[in-house]
């Protein structure tokens, strides 16, 4: 049984990354927000969560207990996705577990020079980066928080608002909200795949550290500066007259404006409609009304 102090829930995706590990220590390092949320961290190997178990642990020394759990998730697997969601689904409709306040898009794969195919047949990198997190998102509409419901997207102005739209019309769902968030240039291991990243990686954080700095809103950032903005945008903090921010896209903390590529609605709904078919998605797995 959940603690009493225990409100809601936090789904993080790639929670072992760069970003994910901070946005873990933001969390687990806020009293207030330890308390009130169980985080549900998603990792692709739960063998090699050093970042993430330093970040909750030092949380843990500093603050009131943050209750946990370390869940394991290949975006690359379909089964894996499914079958995330059905475990937290089903402990949402038990009351094991509360509804879910904020579920956060941290996973990422980046490929510089070789592109590969899953097994599938399908695009490793938009497999990873968006059409698993896509489906692991429709899935979970269901034990979302149906007032206060946030979804933050990590990427770039390319976020696209086809799903916001989607739920703005759902009799259910209308109060969730999705914002994206490009978190800049953060030095993380997400280059690992760069030629020279044994130089870059050494090299970087200290530029980037330094750039930072130098120009707070600027395209370098740290991934600590970039979690307090992602954690901004899941708990509505800062916003102006407490006003619900919907469907909106933030470089860093500042509002912005996503490409007119994501903007056209011919392009949004060809996307929507590849992702369906090939998530596979059926009728039966998501609250959503209009998912076709
Ligand atoms: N770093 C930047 O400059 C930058 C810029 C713009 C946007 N972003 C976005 O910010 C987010 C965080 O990135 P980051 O910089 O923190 O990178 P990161 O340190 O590489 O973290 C990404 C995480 O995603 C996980 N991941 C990769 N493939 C996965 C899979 N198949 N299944 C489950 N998890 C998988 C990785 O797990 P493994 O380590 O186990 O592979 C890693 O923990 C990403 O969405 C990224 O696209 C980053």
Redesign the pocket.
């Given at each position: 049984m959940e603690p009493s102090s225990v409100q809601g829930v936090i789904v993080v995706?790639?929670?072992?990354?760069?970003?994910?590990s901070c946005i873990a220590a933001e969390i687990a390092s806020s009293p207030q927000l330890a308390a009130t949320y169980r985080g549900i961290y998603?990792?692709?190997?739960p063998s090699?969560t050093t970042a993430l178990s330093y970040a909750l642990d030092q949380g843990r020394q500093r603050t009131t207990p943050h209750p946990h759990e370390i869940v394991s998730?290949?975006?690359?697997?379909f089964d894996?996705v499914r079958a995330l969601a059905t475990d937290l689904n089903q402990r949402v409709a038990t009351g094991n577990i509360p509804r879910i306040r904020a579920l956060v898009?941290?996973?990422?794969?980046?490929e510089l020079e070789n592109q590969r195919w899953l097994g599938n047949g399908l695009d490793?990198t938009w497999?990873?980066?968006y059409l698993?997190q896509w489906l692991l998102t429709l899935l979970l509409l269901q034990s979302m928080d149906r007032e206060n419901g946030r979804i933050v997207v990590?990427?770039?102005h390319t976020h696209e608002g086809e799903l916001q739209q989607r739920l703005d019309r759902d009799p259910l769902l209308n109060n969730v909200a999705i914002l994206g968030v490009?978190?800049?240039?953060?030095?993380?291991?997400?280059?690992?795949r760069h030629p020279m990243y044994s130089v870059v990686s050494v090299v970087m954080p200290w530029v980037a550290s330094f750039l930072s700095w130098m120009q707070p809103s600027g395209m370098y950032r740290t991934?600590g500066r970039?979690a307090k903005d992602v954690v901004a945008a899941m708990f509505d903090i800062g916003w102006i007259n407490g006003a619900s921010p919907k469907g909106m896209y933030f470089k860093g903390a500042v509002r912005a404006e996503v490409s007119g590529e994501a903007q056209d609605v011919e392009k949004r709904r060809m996307v929507w409609k590849g992702s369906v078919k090939y998530a596979g998605l059926q009728h039966d797995d998501t609250l959503l009304l209009h998912w076709k």
């Open positions: 995706t790639g929670a072992a990354g760069g970003l994910g998603a990792v692709r190997n090699q998730l290949d975006l690359e697997q894996s898009l941290s996973a990422g794969y980046l490793a497999t990873v980066n698993s990590l990427g770039s490009d978190p800049g240039w953060m030095a993380t291991a997400i280059s690992r991934p970039s």
